[in-house]
């Protein structure tokens, strides 16, 4: 099922989410939804928050990536109750765009390479050190755990001017390709 994603302004966004109990209902169609939601608005990571659960799920899909670094292909994965313990390796910026801030894009620096710990769709313990490209897609996601959007990593100049495009959000005034719910 295609679920309406939240666009800035949405207080779940910037809620800190908590994580689940392995028998968390439906959480398999949950994931599933997430995905398909992930998909039809031609993303590479949705997070529970941008759908409007304060919970600490995230689906990632980088196989759209795969020309560009072939280890993507096929790779498409669910992290439930994932945290960042550490971070390291060095700043690296690169452009981020986000399907709950649609028609912003602005470039991010991020550490290259973060320790995690998380569980997979089949519930197993993961405590692993992840770099490069899928360790900036896992902070911007796991941030929206935490209430944090990757505009809060920009400069304050960089954020004047992106004001208008914010505030229209928050009027409600937002194009695009997906179903959204915004806050009017």
């Not at 986000?98 to 197993?124: F, M, N, Q, W």
Request: hydrophobic share 40%; glycine share 8%.
């Amino acid at each position: 099922m295609i679920l309406p994603i939240y666009v800035y302004g949405q207080p779940v966004l910037r809620k800190q989410a908590e994580d689940i109990a392995p028998d968390y209902p439906e959480l398999k169609e949950l994931i599933t939804n997430m995905f398909e939601t992930m998909h039809r608005a031609d993303g590479v990571g949705l997070a529970a928050p941008q759908i409007g659960l304060p919970i600490r799920v995230v689906t990632i899909d980088l196989d759209v990536m795969s020309d560009e670094w072939p280890e993507f292909k096929d790779f498409r994965r669910a992290y439930i109750n994932p945290h960042i313990l550490e971070t390291g390796g060095e700043e690296v910026s690169m452009e981020e765009g986000c399907l709950s801030l649609p028609g912003i894009h602005e470039a991010v620096k991020r550490p290259d390479r973060i320790h995690v710990t998380y569980l997979d769709e089949e519930l197993k313990e993961h405590d692993e050190w992840v770099e490069g490209y899928l360790a900036r897609v896992m902070q911007h996601e796991f941030d929206h755990l935490d209430g944090k959007m990757f505009i809060d990593h920009l400069s304050i100049l960089r954020k004047q001017m992106i004001k208008g495009k914010l505030g229209a959000m928050l009027k409600g005034k937002t194009r695009c390709s997906y179903k959204v719910k915004t806050i009017k």
